[in-house]
Protein backbone atom coordinates (compact mmCIF):
# COMPACT_ATOMS: atom_id res chain seq x y z
CA UNK A 1 0.00 0.00 0.00
CA UNK A 2 1.52 3.10 -0.62
CA UNK A 3 0.47 6.51 0.64
CA UNK A 4 0.31 9.92 -0.82
CA UNK A 5 1.69 12.63 1.60
CA UNK A 6 1.76 16.58 0.59
CA UNK A 7 5.26 17.82 1.04
CA UNK A 8 3.47 20.62 3.09
CA UNK A 9 3.42 17.46 5.93
CA UNK A 10 6.99 16.92 5.81
CA UNK A 11 8.11 20.42 5.87
CA UNK A 12 5.61 20.70 9.02
CA UNK A 13 6.93 17.61 10.62
CA UNK A 14 10.73 19.29 10.02
CA UNK A 15 9.41 22.30 11.68
CA UNK A 16 8.29 20.81 14.43
CA UNK A 17 11.87 18.76 15.11
CA UNK A 18 13.67 22.03 14.48
CA UNK A 19 11.73 23.88 17.12
CA UNK A 20 12.38 20.50 19.52
CA UNK A 21 16.11 21.29 18.49
CA UNK A 22 15.77 25.07 19.46
CA UNK A 23 14.32 24.29 22.63
CA UNK A 24 17.00 22.20 24.06
CA UNK A 25 19.66 24.92 22.58
CA UNK A 26 18.00 26.91 24.59
CA UNK A 27 18.44 24.78 27.58
CA UNK A 28 21.70 24.56 26.81
CA UNK A 29 22.65 28.02 26.56
CA UNK A 30 21.21 28.26 29.90
CA UNK A 31 23.67 25.45 31.06
CA UNK A 32 26.36 26.83 29.60
CA UNK A 33 25.88 30.28 31.27
CA UNK A 34 25.34 28.50 34.65
CA UNK A 35 27.57 25.90 34.54
CA UNK A 36 29.87 25.24 37.44
CA UNK A 37 31.87 21.67 36.03
CA UNK A 38 35.51 21.74 35.64
CA UNK A 39 37.57 22.91 33.12
CA UNK A 40 38.63 19.40 31.83
CA UNK A 41 34.68 18.86 31.64
CA UNK A 42 34.00 21.97 29.69
CA UNK A 43 36.47 20.74 26.91
CA UNK A 44 35.08 17.81 26.43
CA UNK A 45 31.13 19.10 26.41
CA UNK A 46 32.84 21.98 24.19
CA UNK A 47 34.18 18.95 21.58
CA UNK A 48 31.02 17.36 21.48
CA UNK A 49 29.17 19.91 21.00
CA UNK A 50 31.64 21.03 17.69
CA UNK A 51 30.96 17.63 16.54
CA UNK A 52 27.29 18.24 16.37
CA UNK A 53 27.87 21.86 15.48
CA UNK A 54 29.09 20.21 12.21
CA UNK A 55 26.50 17.54 11.61
CA UNK A 56 23.55 20.70 11.57
CA UNK A 57 25.66 22.11 9.11
CA UNK A 58 25.85 19.11 6.88
CA UNK A 59 23.00 20.28 4.93
CA UNK A 60 22.33 24.32 5.15
CA UNK A 61 19.77 26.98 4.06
CA UNK A 62 20.51 30.37 3.55
CA UNK A 63 18.32 31.91 5.73
CA UNK A 64 16.15 30.63 8.68
CA UNK A 65 12.36 29.35 8.30
CA UNK A 66 10.95 32.16 5.95
CA UNK A 67 7.80 34.22 7.37
CA UNK A 68 4.29 32.97 5.84
CA UNK A 69 1.08 33.94 6.16
CA UNK A 70 -1.17 30.49 7.30
CA UNK A 71 -4.54 29.89 8.03
CA UNK A 72 -3.93 31.05 11.30
CA UNK A 73 -1.95 34.03 10.19
CA UNK A 74 1.36 35.03 10.35
CA UNK A 75 4.03 32.98 11.28
CA UNK A 76 7.88 33.83 11.61
CA UNK A 77 9.79 31.02 13.21
CA UNK A 78 12.79 31.98 12.82
CA UNK A 79 11.92 35.47 14.24
CA UNK A 80 14.31 36.84 17.29
CA UNK A 81 11.54 36.95 19.51
CA UNK A 82 8.64 34.75 18.59
CA UNK A 83 10.28 32.18 16.91
CA UNK A 84 9.87 28.67 17.82
CA UNK A 85 12.86 27.23 15.51
CA UNK A 86 15.04 30.12 16.83
CA UNK A 87 17.09 29.44 19.87
CA UNK A 88 17.64 33.14 20.31
CA UNK A 89 14.13 33.60 20.79
CA UNK A 90 12.27 33.36 24.04
CA UNK A 91 10.09 32.67 22.25
CA UNK A 92 7.44 35.07 22.99
CA UNK A 93 3.80 33.86 23.11
CA UNK A 94 1.59 36.71 22.41
CA UNK A 95 -2.07 36.59 22.57
CA UNK A 96 -4.14 39.43 21.04
CA UNK A 97 -7.22 40.69 23.01
CA UNK A 98 -9.76 43.81 23.28
CA UNK A 99 -7.12 45.83 25.17
CA UNK A 100 -4.19 45.16 22.52
CA UNK A 101 -1.42 42.10 22.65
CA UNK A 102 -0.57 40.67 25.80
CA UNK A 103 2.22 37.74 26.87
CA UNK A 104 3.07 36.26 29.63
CA UNK A 105 7.06 35.31 29.80
CA UNK A 106 9.40 34.63 31.92
CA UNK A 107 13.27 35.60 31.28
CA UNK A 108 16.10 33.47 31.54
CA UNK A 109 20.04 33.75 32.77
CA UNK A 110 21.55 34.22 29.53
CA UNK A 111 19.45 37.49 29.07
CA UNK A 112 20.93 38.98 32.44
CA UNK A 113 22.45 42.80 31.96
CA UNK A 114 23.10 44.51 35.72
CA UNK A 115 23.64 41.63 37.88
CA UNK A 116 20.57 39.42 38.95
CA UNK A 117 18.73 41.99 36.62
CA UNK A 118 17.73 41.65 32.73
CA UNK A 119 19.45 43.24 29.87
CA UNK A 120 17.75 47.08 29.19
CA UNK A 121 18.43 45.85 25.14
CA UNK A 122 16.10 42.91 26.05
CA UNK A 123 13.08 44.64 27.55
CA UNK A 124 13.40 47.02 24.30
CA UNK A 125 13.95 44.22 21.88
CA UNK A 126 10.59 42.17 23.71
CA UNK A 127 8.95 45.92 24.01
CA UNK A 128 9.51 46.51 20.40
CA UNK A 129 8.32 43.19 19.14
CA UNK A 130 4.87 43.54 21.33
CA UNK A 131 4.52 46.87 20.27
CA UNK A 132 4.72 46.03 16.21
CA UNK A 133 1.91 43.04 17.27
CA UNK A 134 -0.06 45.79 18.71
CA UNK A 135 0.45 47.85 15.66
CA UNK A 136 -0.13 44.59 13.71
CA UNK A 137 -3.36 43.53 15.99
CA UNK A 138 -4.60 46.90 14.23
CA UNK A 139 -4.65 46.29 11.32
CA UNK A 140 -2.12 48.73 10.46
CA UNK A 141 1.83 46.30 10.45
CA UNK A 142 4.36 48.30 9.87
CA UNK A 143 8.36 48.85 10.70
CA UNK A 144 9.38 49.99 14.15
CA UNK A 145 10.38 54.22 13.52
CA UNK A 146 11.12 55.27 16.83
CA UNK A 147 10.94 53.41 20.10
CA UNK A 148 11.61 55.06 23.66
CA UNK A 149 12.01 53.18 26.50
CA UNK A 150 11.62 54.46 30.49
CA UNK A 151 13.33 51.63 33.07
CA UNK A 152 11.09 52.53 36.06
CA UNK A 153 12.59 49.46 38.00
CA UNK A 154 15.31 46.10 37.42
CA UNK A 155 13.37 43.66 35.72
CA UNK A 156 14.18 39.84 36.75
CA UNK A 157 14.55 36.94 34.93
CA UNK A 158 13.18 33.83 36.44
CA UNK A 159 9.91 34.56 37.57
CA UNK A 160 6.86 35.73 35.56
CA UNK A 161 6.19 39.44 34.13
CA UNK A 162 3.48 40.37 31.91
CA UNK A 163 4.47 42.31 28.38
CA UNK A 164 1.15 44.67 27.28
CA UNK A 165 0.99 46.98 24.08
CA UNK A 166 -1.85 48.79 22.38
CA UNK A 167 -2.03 51.18 19.16
CA UNK A 168 -3.37 54.67 20.52
CA UNK A 169 -3.58 56.99 17.29
CA UNK A 170 -2.95 56.58 13.77
CA UNK A 171 -2.09 58.94 11.12
CA UNK A 172 -1.50 58.40 7.68
CA UNK A 173 0.64 55.34 7.62
CA UNK A 174 2.16 56.50 11.08
CA UNK A 175 0.69 54.39 14.22
CA UNK A 176 1.89 55.39 17.41
CA UNK A 177 2.03 52.72 20.33
CA UNK A 178 2.54 52.20 24.13
CA UNK A 179 3.26 49.30 25.51
CA UNK A 180 5.03 47.69 29.32
CA UNK A 181 6.58 45.14 31.42
CA UNK A 182 4.92 44.21 34.66
CA UNK A 183 5.27 42.62 37.77
CA UNK A 184 2.11 40.29 37.84
CA UNK A 185 0.57 42.15 40.96
CA UNK A 186 0.26 45.62 38.15
CA UNK A 187 3.99 47.00 39.49
CA UNK A 188 5.46 49.09 35.42
CA UNK A 189 9.07 47.68 35.42
CA UNK A 190 9.37 49.09 31.95
CA UNK A 191 7.17 51.79 29.56
CA UNK A 192 7.87 51.88 25.91
CA UNK A 193 6.37 53.96 23.37
CA UNK A 194 7.03 53.74 19.76
CA UNK A 195 6.62 55.23 16.24
CA UNK A 196 5.52 52.44 13.97
CA UNK A 197 5.32 53.00 9.69
CA UNK A 198 3.63 51.14 7.47
CA UNK A 199 6.25 50.93 3.93
CA UNK A 200 4.20 51.32 0.72
CA UNK A 201 4.67 47.97 -0.32
CA UNK A 202 2.97 46.75 2.59
CA UNK A 203 -0.69 49.02 2.85
CA UNK A 204 -2.31 46.65 0.70
CA UNK A 205 -1.19 43.73 1.83
CA UNK A 206 -1.08 43.58 5.69
CA UNK A 207 -1.65 40.48 7.55
CA UNK A 208 -3.45 41.30 11.39
C1 LIG B 1 3.84 41.71 2.50
C2 LIG B 1 3.52 42.31 3.85
C3 LIG B 1 4.12 41.56 5.02
C4 LIG B 1 3.79 42.24 6.30
C5 LIG B 1 4.22 41.46 7.54
C6 LIG B 1 4.18 42.30 8.75
C7 LIG B 1 3.60 41.99 9.91
C8 LIG B 1 2.85 40.76 10.14
C9 LIG B 1 2.01 40.74 11.38
C10 LIG B 1 2.38 40.50 12.63
C11 LIG B 1 3.77 40.64 13.10
C12 LIG B 1 3.78 41.19 14.46
C13 LIG B 1 4.78 41.89 14.98
C14 LIG B 1 6.05 42.16 14.36
C15 LIG B 1 6.18 43.54 13.85
C16 LIG B 1 7.16 44.38 14.22
C17 LIG B 1 8.08 44.15 15.34
C18 LIG B 1 9.54 44.31 15.01
C19 LIG B 1 9.83 45.63 14.42
C20 LIG B 1 11.23 45.78 13.95
O1 LIG B 1 12.16 45.28 14.48
S1 LIG B 1 11.43 46.74 12.56
C21 LIG B 1 13.20 46.93 12.43
C22 LIG B 1 13.69 48.30 12.81
N1 LIG B 1 13.19 49.29 11.91
C23 LIG B 1 13.68 49.46 10.68
O2 LIG B 1 14.57 48.80 10.25
C24 LIG B 1 13.06 50.59 9.86
C25 LIG B 1 14.02 51.08 8.81
N2 LIG B 1 13.40 52.16 8.09
C26 LIG B 1 12.64 51.95 6.99
O3 LIG B 1 12.52 50.85 6.48
C27 LIG B 1 11.93 53.13 6.46
O4 LIG B 1 12.56 54.30 6.87
C28 LIG B 1 10.44 53.19 6.91
C29 LIG B 1 9.70 52.00 6.32
C30 LIG B 1 10.31 53.21 8.44
C31 LIG B 1 9.82 54.47 6.38
O5 LIG B 1 10.18 54.59 5.03
P1 LIG B 1 9.12 55.02 3.92
O6 LIG B 1 9.89 55.30 2.68
O7 LIG B 1 8.01 54.06 3.85
O8 LIG B 1 8.50 56.32 4.50
P2 LIG B 1 8.99 57.83 4.37
O9 LIG B 1 10.45 57.98 4.55
O10 LIG B 1 8.36 58.37 3.11
O11 LIG B 1 8.27 58.51 5.65
C32 LIG B 1 6.87 58.48 5.82
C33 LIG B 1 6.57 59.35 7.02
O12 LIG B 1 7.14 58.73 8.18
C34 LIG B 1 8.14 59.55 8.79
N3 LIG B 1 9.25 58.72 9.18
C35 LIG B 1 9.93 57.85 8.44
N4 LIG B 1 10.82 57.21 9.15
C36 LIG B 1 10.72 57.71 10.41
C37 LIG B 1 11.38 57.41 11.61
N5 LIG B 1 12.35 56.49 11.68
N6 LIG B 1 11.02 58.06 12.71
C38 LIG B 1 10.04 58.99 12.67
N7 LIG B 1 9.35 59.29 11.55
C39 LIG B 1 9.71 58.66 10.44
C40 LIG B 1 8.54 60.52 7.68
O13 LIG B 1 9.05 61.71 8.23
C41 LIG B 1 7.25 60.71 6.94
O14 LIG B 1 6.43 61.58 7.72
P3 LIG B 1 5.55 62.69 7.02
O15 LIG B 1 4.67 62.00 6.04
O16 LIG B 1 4.78 63.32 8.14
O17 LIG B 1 6.52 63.61 6.36
Not at 76 to 85: P, R, S
Not at 113 to 138: E, N, Q
Request: glycine share 8%; aromatic share 4%.
Amino acid sequence: MTMDLAPEYDEEARLSAQAVLAQQVRELMDAVVLTDVSEDEMTAVTAELVALTERLKAARRDRPPVPELTRNGFRHLGNAVTGACNPHALPLVIERDADGSRADLEFRPTHEGPPDSVHGGVSAMILDHLLGDAVAAAGRAGMTGTLTIRYRRRVPYGEPVVGRAAATRAEGRKTWVDGTISLPDGTVLVEATGLFITPTPWVNAIPE
